[in-house]
């Protein structure tokens, strides 16, 4: 009954003061906004259950090398994943895959190449899913030499077969092979991420008695219940040492790994990025809550009166301060339902930006019911953040002081004022570590997108060619292919073409550099590898510095390197005719001397640290025909227009080789910067939230300082007080408030860019000038923040200011 009738007050209370309620309301939703959109965004990726019989047991087993532990994790072989699925313990089940473009002809003859699957016979079922049609893989399917069969997705299985029963035993062309249909999986399937086609790991090159040794498998498993991530990489790691004892050195240099399955689509990358989100929408929560609170501290003051005498007449301290949390909590109500409706426009704006980086199939931004409930929760929290300390302050209000000084006016008490101020800076600091964040975020997005790339990119189209392992297994064969290609480019016309493993502007691998001859320090170097055809420079218009480009007879014995490299290694001597070696990682070092044929301008490929090009290494196609390339177009014509041209071409030399869609080249690197577009603009949003919201509790507090020192302004006035005395009076108190959320607030803004520095590329963290710029933007907004009340203040009418009282 006593609740009932708080509420009741409170309710009433909230409608007297809409003025207060609205500022409050607007303020704490904002907050809630943000942490609910960065919450249910962080859930979907990391926490939701996966839709996998038993996700929350279902792990990645992945290797690593025992000497470099921190390296990115290694692949297993075909021969681990068998000891380990046959011998182990701990798991409910093990299976393996591996990635691999899917050619499919149906028989109408166009072919589409799909996001394809090799997956061992008894992954359906570990996983938990059944087809929608026809049957699973049976453990004959998966075997070397075994009937080709393959199972569609629903979405494959509607858009090519119209959704006819009779797929079911239909032969269809895989990778120019024939395979029979015998199963189509559930809408919205399409495990691991955006899978279409499915076929047996016997089919895959890596599932060939030959690559039995070859780390070309992703293994993955569900433990059985009770089992811990360490007893299971302790029952594995026991059976890969024992697995071959005629191997013993070579298992014994690797040990199994569990991770979290959702790590093969999230790589531990993101774990910076995501800390610093949540950080940041902590901090906006907190400084929504120091700004209510504030309000509530203020507006103690103008009901001083009336608890002083509820309080004299009887009511306990305790009543009050519970009859104050119920307003605090119809507060935080009104605001969660607000902040419910800003955030799921936020997620709506979040989810079209991920959709475009093509998310895995089990990411959704649904807010299902732990998505609620931690959101009531949030909001609960905040009645005690910003309610607690306004309603004990007001509780202890000394009711017989306040009575007796009710003719001249309460005022607000040292006490109460320190803890405004307080929670000003407060405010002030966490608003510029968010301004740090954001700053730093957009900088380096405007940096990645002006920066220098070394050749004009405005003309060029880009498309990919894919090779699949099944139809291309030898490197003779691809050579071959690339070569055969590379001769029906020259003829294009109107159009200048060129293969490359990468485009200008793309992240490309890393080999350690050897030169021939130099033993000391200086003769080994870390640099990029790209792999190009014929003509590659004279289509970027780029032409050697000196030296000459490949051509095809140059086979794999030559090497152009960039003007940086040749700068770097080669200061004393000129590069041309200089032998070099790259480098495999690991312990197999490439035997083969190249020989460098020329030296050519400097093309961006990897990003690095303030804008400086990476040295590159250019071999031939022919010294690594790798299954993937780039084709690089130079061409005023249409994307249209230039895949009819290219299309018949690539098709002339192999039938079943469809070609992916034609783009421009800004098109495709505008879809590489989107993660970091996204990271910007969230951290800029928060920033420029938090900024408001200090903007409008350092001008609430001011505005309120000075209608409490009404009084004492017009007597200063009256005494014959300038306009500027009472500008200074007013501004010292906000001035000195501003000075140390400053001084906290860089001391945070230096964190927060140290945790971003292995994120960003082009902006260095620790750069004073940005810290500088931070701290005088924010300065400047807080001052006119206060500007606005100081102003009202001086132009008071001293008569007016004194009648007031």
Not at 216 to 225: I, K, P, Q, V, Y
Not at 493 to 514: C, E, K
């Amino acid at each position: 009954m006593d609740f009932t009738r708080d509420v009741r007050i409170g309710v009433r209370r909230l409608m007297q003061d809409r003025g207060f309620t609205l500022a409050a309301v607007v303020v704490l939703a904002l907050g809630l906004a943000a942490t609910n959109t960065i919450f249910t965004f962080t859930y979907a990726l990391f926490f939701r259950d996966l839709p996998i019989e038993g996700s929350r047991r279902f792990v990645l087993v992945t290797t690593e090398r025992i000497a470099t532990p921190a390296d990115r994790f290694q692949l297993a072989t075909l021969d681990e994943v068998e000891a380990w699925r046959t011998s182990n313990r701990t798991f409910e089940g093990i299976g393996a895959m591996t990635f691999g473009p899917m050619n499919v002809a149906d028989q109408s003859g166009a072919t589409e190449q799909l996001d394809g699957l090799y997956l061992s016979a008894n992954s359906f079922s570990l996983i938990g899913v059944r087809p929608l049609l026809g049957r699973d893989f049976r453990a004959e399917d998966d075997r070397p030499g075994a009937p080709p069969v393959v199972m569609l997705s629903e979405r494959v299985w509607r858009a090519r077969f119209a959704r006819q029963r009779s797929v079911i035993g239909l032969p269809i062309r895989v990778n120019g092979r024939p395979a029979t249909v015998i199963g189509v999986m559930p809408a919205g399937f399409a495990f691991p991420n955006e899978v279409a086609v499915w076929q047996p790991l016997g089919a895959a090159p890596a599932g060939q008695p030959e690559a039995r040794s070859r780390r070309e498998l992703t293994a993955f498993g569900r433990l059985n219940r009770g089992v811990t991530a360490d007893q299971a990489v302790a029952d594995l790691s026991e059976i890969t040492r024992t697995m071959e004892q005629g191997t013993a050195a070579r298992a014994a240099d690797v040990r199994p790994r569990i991770r979290d399955f959702r790590r093969l689509e999230v790589g531990e990358q993101a774990d910076p990025v995501f800390s610093v989100f949540v950080a940041s929408v902590g901090f906006v929560l907190l400084i929504a809550c120091a700004n209510v609170a504030n309000l509530l501290m203020a507006r103690s003051s103008r009901r001083s009166r009336e608890v002083s005498i509820r309080l004299a007449i009887g009511a306990s301290r305790a009543r009050i301060v519970r009859q104050l949390l119920v307003e605090s909590a119809l507060l935080a109500a009104i605001a969660g339902g607000a902040g419910l409706l800003l955030s799921r426009w936020g997620l709506t704006l979040i989810g079209s930006a991920v959709a475009q980086q093509h998310p895995p199939y089990w990411f959704t931004l649904d807010m299902d019911w732990r998505v609620f409930g931690t959101f009531a929760a949030i909001c609960l929290a905040t009645v005690f953040l910003f309610g607690l300390l306004p309603a004990i302050h007001t509780a202890r209000a000394a009711f017989a002081d306040v009575l007796s000084n009710g003719a001249r006016g309460a005022t607000e008490g040292l006490r109460s004022r320190r803890w405004t101020a307080a929670l000003v800076i407060c405010e002030l600091a966490l608003t510029i570590v968010l301004l740090m964040a954001g700053s730093l975020s957009i900088r380096d997005v405007i940096a990645e997108t002006n920066v220098d790339a070394g050749v004009d990119t405005a003309r060029f189209a880009v498309t990919q060619i894919a090779l699949p392992a099944t139809s291309y297994p030898e490197r003779v064969q691809r050579e071959a292919f690339y070569r055969s290609l590379d001769e029906r480019l020259a003829s294009l016309p109107g159009t200048s073409a060129a293969l490359a493993s990468a485009s200008p502007r793309s992240n490309v691998p890393f080999r350690t550099m050897r030169i021939e001859g130099r033993t000391d320090p200086d003769g080994e170097r870390r640099v990029s590898i790209v792999a190009i055809g014929a003509r590659y420079f004279a289509t970027l218009d780029a032409r050697p510095l000196r030296g000459r480009e490949f051509t095809w007879s140059d086979g794999a014995r030559a090497a152009i390197v960039n003007e940086r490299l040749a700068a770097m290694m080669f200061h004393d001597v000129d590069a041309l005719g200089q032998r070099i070696r790259l480098d495999e990682a690991g312990p197999s070092p490439q035997t083969e001397w190249l020989t460098i044929v020329g030296v050519v301008p400097n093309i961006r490929q990897n990003g690095q640290k303030g804008g400086v090009f990476d040295p590159i290494v250019y071999v031939p196609y022919a010294a690594a025909p790798i299954p993937t390339a780039v084709v690089m177009l130079r061409s005023d014509a249409t994307p249209g227009a230039i895949a009819g041209l290219l299309r018949p071409r690539i098709q002339s030399i192999d039938r079943d080789l469809p070609l992916s869609p034609v783009e421009p080249l800004e098109v495709a690197l505008d879809r590489r910067r989107l993660e970091g577009r996204l990271l910007g603009g969230m951290l800029g949003t928060f920033a420029t939230i938090a900024v408001v919201l200090a903007g409008i509790g350092l001008y609430a507090v001011t505005a309120f300082a000075v209608a409490q020192r009404t009084r004492e302004i017009g007597v200063r006035m009256a005494l014959g007080a300038r306009t500027p005395q009472i500008l200074v009076l007013v501004m010292r108190r906000a001035s000195l408030q501003i000075a140390l959320g400053v001084a906290l607030g860089a001391a945070g803004a230096t964190a927060v860019a140290t945790m971003l520095e292995g994120v960003l590329i082009h902006v260095r963290a620790g750069d004073p000038g940005a810290i500088a710029g931070v701290l005088m933007f924010l300065v400047l907004i807080t001052a006119l923040g206060c500007a606005v009340p100081a102003r009202r203040a001086a132009r008071l009418d001293p008569v007016a200011a004194l009648r007031s009282e």
